[in-house]
């Protein structure tokens, strides 16, 4: 029979301060999401395949959404409500634009 044994210290060291930093990257995240939500004009967030990932209270109303969360599940574009096709409002073709300078 073979036993081994390793001092796991520093490994449970990492995953405590890696817990940390998670919860404290989620308050930061939880402030400035509340900030967004007091500001009286739409305020939204792209990823890098320009989708739409997060909104501000003031984006959900603009789209008829009825949260932020409702908005980015279902991918909501302002252009819509102008009788425009989804996603060619100037948000994301500017978007475009600069991700080709890039």
């Known amino acids: 029979m073979l036993v081994w044994i390793r001092d796991t210290t520093e490994t449970a060291r990492l995953i405590s301060r890696a817990v940390q930093e998670v919860a ?3 308050r930061y995240r ?5 900030s967004f939500d007091g500001l009286p ?4 967030l792209r990823d890098d395949s320009l989708a739409l990932v997060f909104c501000n209270q003031a ?13 980015v599940a279902e991918g ?8 425009c096709p989804p ?6 073709s500017g978007a475009r634009r600069r991700q ?3």
Request: no cysteine; net charge negative.
């Open 41 to 44: 004009v739409p305020v939204w």
């Open 30 to 34: 939880d402030r400035l999401a509340a």
């Open 76 to 83: 909501r574009e302002t252009g819509a409500r102008d009788g």
């Open 24 to 26: 404290q990257v989620r």
């Open 100 to 102: 080709g300078a890039d």
């Open 87 to 92: 996603g060619s409002g100037p948000s994301r």
């Open 59 to 71: 984006y959900a109303d603009a789209v008829d959404a009825p949260s932020p969360e409702v908005a």
